[in-house]
């Protein structure tokens, strides 16, 4: 059964670089799946960040392309998410997902997220 | 980017009634369209995928039909653990988009 467990600071400040790890068990990030991040401002719908193969290859939501970085460390089966120049508007909680292989662009399995909250 | 629309916002329901949720696209997405289930606190359950495929687990009064634009989410008897929001996705194109969720409450 694979598992996704999301980690990092749950409070940064305005203007300051958000970064999250999500760390993948029972399986590996080096199988024929992308990974994805998704968010959930609190109270409000899902918005899709991003995407990562393990080799490396990414897909940015457009909305948020230029302060979005997604990469993978094969060796410790983990995915990051960095997001840079944060607002308000960027409190969240923020899941990892796997997209499955037979229908990539789905989310099969997520982590229970981690609320995020920009505020000084 | 597509756009998906759901309605309705919030459906008020007793259990062992059929619940039917909608949701348009903005341009067709041909059959490439999901529905998940969230409930408060947790991450969100993929039910359906491909318009009316079930994913695992998931049980036979979930029912998805559909396709191009207008797609549809069935809850042929509700149970108590029903109680939920539900929302579409689509992966027809990136990036992949969410509707604004559907609130099934008692």
């Known amino acids: 059964q694979v598992q996704l467990q999301e980690s990092g600071p749950g409070l940064v400040k305005p203007s300051g670089t958000l970064s999250l790890t999500c760390t993948v068990s029972?399986?590996?990030?080096?199988?024929?799946?992308?990974w994805s991040w998704v968010r959930q401002p609190p109270g409000k719908g899902l918005e899709w960040i991003g995407e990562?193969?393990?080799?490396?290859?990414?897909n940015y939501n457009p909305s948020l392309k230029s302060r979005v970085t997604i990469s993978v460390d094969r060796s410790k089966n983990q995915l990051s998410l960095k997001v840079t120049s944060v607002t308000a508007a960027d409190t969240a909680v923020y899941y990892c997902?796997?997209?499955?292989?037979?229908?990539?662009?789905?989310?099969?399995?997520w982590g229970q997220g981690t609320l995020v909250t920009v505020s000084s | 980017e597509i756009v998906l629309t759901q309605s309705p916002a919030t459906l008020s329901l007793s259990p062992g009634e059929r619940a039917t949720v909608s949701c348009t696209a903005s341009?067709?997405?041909?059959?490439?369209l999901a529905w998940y289930q969230q409930k408060p606190g947790q991450a969100p359950r993929l039910l359906i995928y491909?318009?009316?495929n079930r994913a695992t687990g998931i049980p036979a009064r979930f029912s998805g039909s559909g396709s191009g634009t207008d797609f549809t989410l069935t809850i042929s008897s509700l149970e108590p653990e029903d109680f939920a929001v539900y929302f579409c996705?689509?992966?027809?194109?990136?990036?992949?988009?969410f509707g604004q969720g559907t609130k099934v409450e008692i």
């Open positions: 997902a796997r997209e499955p292989v037979d229908f990539v662009g789905n989310f099969d399995y």
């Open positions: 029972g399986g590996s990030i080096s199988s024929s799946n992308w």
């Open positions: 990562i193969y393990h080799s490396g290859a990414t």
């Open positions: 341009q067709s997405v041909s059959g490439f």
């Open positions: 491909d318009a009316s």
């Open positions: 996705q689509q992966r027809a194109g990136w990036p992949w988009t």
